[in-house]
């Protein structure tokens, strides 16, 4: 450790556990208290220049419901939890964290309406690190120090180009997860939650590359920035609900594609509404990520930076292209199945195989197989319901 402490300059922090259905006091000690335990040894390291905090984007995603509007707009900077906009960072940390005196909530996290407390343990420690780095700047405690990174990426996807195109570890892409979930779902009807009058249209997906992520940090770290940044796809990158439920519906194999019924008047957390919509609850939002410092650095940049380290999807070709998820996404099928020994021959009858792999079935089956002999008991097109409930 004092081979570390006096010869590291630049300190990651990307570990983290990703549970988020654990409660906000189990949370509160795979989160915030390692951070911090990181944090301090990178800040009495004697040759410290950067600590480098990645977070989430949708750390910020109770912003959804301070308003009534589409668009929710998310600042490179601190959204205080309370309305004066009074620091209860320290206040907030005491409850969660300080021994034998612990609570498994605080006031904070109750008024606001956080996805899953894995969401308002970011965020809180996002302030107490901002909070703790400035309290060491030498010049002025007051402002942010200038050797602190915080790296807040959206939903993380697969690889644009490195190590190779559409790399990804089943199970880390939230995206390729919900891909899964909507591709081998047998229900009929799918209840979600959203206040748009048009949420397959309204509604949005900010997905970035994992090494476009990568390039962002990188790139920042060389052009000395310290702060809050996103890390996002933003206007280039964000897709809208509708495309992601299309392609799932063209992956799946079983006969119908289940009808989509938003209610506008039901919470996120609500339990009559469809699993899938209740694991993965941003869909149904629309958040607007500002990414300004990032265009900065982008600006900055030579030409051979800009080819060697891409900030940007040129595209949405890449995004979309649902085939080169199938080998993840059917590996997150196969998990399911294992769980609860299900045979797997039943992987095919649910989805797509992957690109250039031959099906052990002497003939593929085919969706029209199934529309075929199913057709007597399902009549029913796909189709998009909008409740007040």
Not at 248 to 274: G, N, Q
Not at 350 to 369: C, D
Request: proline content about 7%.
């Amino acid at each position: 450790m004092l081979e570390v402490k006096s010869t590291t300059t630049v300190y990651i922090h990307g570990a983290c556990s990703v549970n988020l259905q654990r409660s906000l006091a189990a949370i509160s000690k795979s989160v915030i208290r390692p951070s911090l335990e990181i944090a301090d040894i990178a800040l009495s390291s004697s040759k410290l220049e950067s600590f480098v905090y990645i977070l989430t984007a949708n750390a910020n995603a109770h912003l959804h419901y301070t308003h009534h509007g589409i668009d929710t707009k998310v600042s490179e900077q601190i959204h205080s939890l309370r309305p004066s906009c009074e620091d209860s960072t320290d206040l907030e940390y005491s409850d969660l964290c300080t021994p034998h005196l612990e609570k498994t909530t605080t006031p904070e996290f109750q008024f606001h309406n956080f996805p899953f407390p894995y969401a308002y343990a970011k965020h809180l420690t996002e302030r107490i690190l901002l909070k703790r780095f400035a309290s060491h700047a030498i010049n002025n405690p007051a402002c942010i120090s200038p050797r602190l990174l915080v790296l807040r990426p959206s939903i993380i996807g697969p690889a644009l180009r490195e190590p190779y195109p559409s790399y990804e570890v089943p199970g880390s892409v939230p995206a390729t997860s919900t891909l899964a979930a909507m591709v081998a779902t047998f229900s009929l009807r799918m209840h979600f939650s959203s206040r748009f009058p048009d949420p397959l249209t309204q509604s949005t997906i900010d997905e970035v590359p994992v090494d476009i992520v990568v390039n962002q940090l990188l790139m920042h770290l060389s052009h000395q920035s310290a702060g809050i940044v996103h890390a996002v796809a933003g206007p280039r990158g964000r897709r809208p609900i509708a495309s992601v439920w299309a392609n799932a519906m063209s992956e799946r194999m079983l006969p119908w594609s289940p009808s989509l019924v938003w209610h506008k008047d039901v919470d996120w957390h609500d339990e009559h509404l469809h699993p899938i919509a209740r694991a993965f609850k941003i869909i149904g939002t629309n958040f607007v990520f500002e990414n300004s410092r990032t265009e900065e650095v982008w600006e900055r940049m030579t030409p051979g930076e800009r080819e060697a380290f891409p900030l940007w999807l040129d595209s949405l070709e890449h995004a979309v292209a649902v085939k080169f998820r199938r080998e993840a996404y059917r590996e997150q099928i196969s998990k399911y199945f294992r769980k609860r020994n299900f045979p797997m021959l039943f992987l095919d009858f649910l989805a797509k195989r992957p690109v250039g792999a031959a099906s052990w079935w002497p003939m593929h089956i085919s969706r029209n197989f199934w529309t075929g002999v199913m057709q007597s008991f399902v009549s029913k097109p796909a189709r998009c319901e909008i409740e007040a409930k």
